[in-house]
């Protein structure tokens, strides 16, 4: 310790002055000290409450959204997988009406990060053109709720990589009428999101 705080703490000031001296010497220090406190307690909280997702899906309908929906869907689907306390069902519901919600759609596309897809006929075949789509777990001779044929979209070999929202009996309490349901090529969490389809469809 400095000989002159020594002299300060040693002297017959009252205590109030000699505080406001040791303040004045250490303030800056204590205060570098306690913001580094706190960056580092933030930092911990984040890693011991960070959570890694089971299952991403990505719905993209012109002119609706609806938040309400979007944590019912969450949780139903949770339900499916079962995921652990350190896993999450991340689910988004996007307006296709909004002018930045394309960009958005072709970046979680191109870099792999959603699952299972829910959109309109033509991105559903610009998806198939351009990555391609998963062979669907679903039976061809399977039938809706209403007990017609399920409309499907087969690939060169026939083989379902796309099926009708209108047609799974879930997505009619969400009012997600005319939508094609499909998973990306090389999805991060394939297994999940077959599960979660074949759970939907039989």
Same mark, same amino acid.
């Given at each position: 310790m400095n000989l002159r705080v020594k002299k300060v703490l040693k002297s017959?000031?009252?205590?109030r002055q000699k505080l406001s001296y040791m303040w004045m010497y250490f303030g800056k220090l204590f205060?570098?000290?306690?913001g580094l406190l706190v960056v580092l307690v933030f930092f911990l909280g984040q890693v011991v409450t960070r959570k890694d997702s089971i299952l991403t899906v990505g719905i993209y309908t012109q002119g609706m959204s609806n938040p309400v929906a979007t944590k019912s869907m969450k949780r139903e689907f949770q339900k499916v997988l079962v995921p652990n306390k350190k896993q999450e069902v991340v689910v988004t519901w996007n307006d296709l009406a909004k002018r930045d919600i394309m960009a958005k759609f072709l970046g979680t596309v191109n870099d792999h990060s959603v699952d299972i897809l829910i959109? =309109?006929?033509k991105?559903?075949?610009?998806?198939? /053109?351009?990555?391609?789509? *998963?062979?669907?777990?679903?039976?061809?001779?399977?039938?809706?709720?209403?007990?017609k044929k399920m409309k499907q979209?087969? =690939?060169?070999?026939?083989?379902?990589?796309?099926? /009708?929202?209108?047609?799974? *009996?879930f997505f009619k309490?969400?009012?997600?009428k005319d939508q094609v349901i499909y998973?990306?090529?090389?999805s991060k969490n394939i297994s999940s999101a077959m599960k979660l389809i074949r759970s939907l469809t039989e």
């Open positions: 017959d000031q009252p205590f205060l570098v000290f306690v959109t =309109n006929e991105l559903f075949k610009q998806v198939e /053109k351009d990555i391609g789509c *998963e062979v669907l777990p679903v039976n061809t001779g399977i039938r809706s709720a209403s007990g979209y087969m =690939n060169r070999n026939n083989h379902i990589i796309g099926i /009708k929202s209108d047609d799974v *009996e309490n969400y009012q997600i998973v990306p090529k090389k």
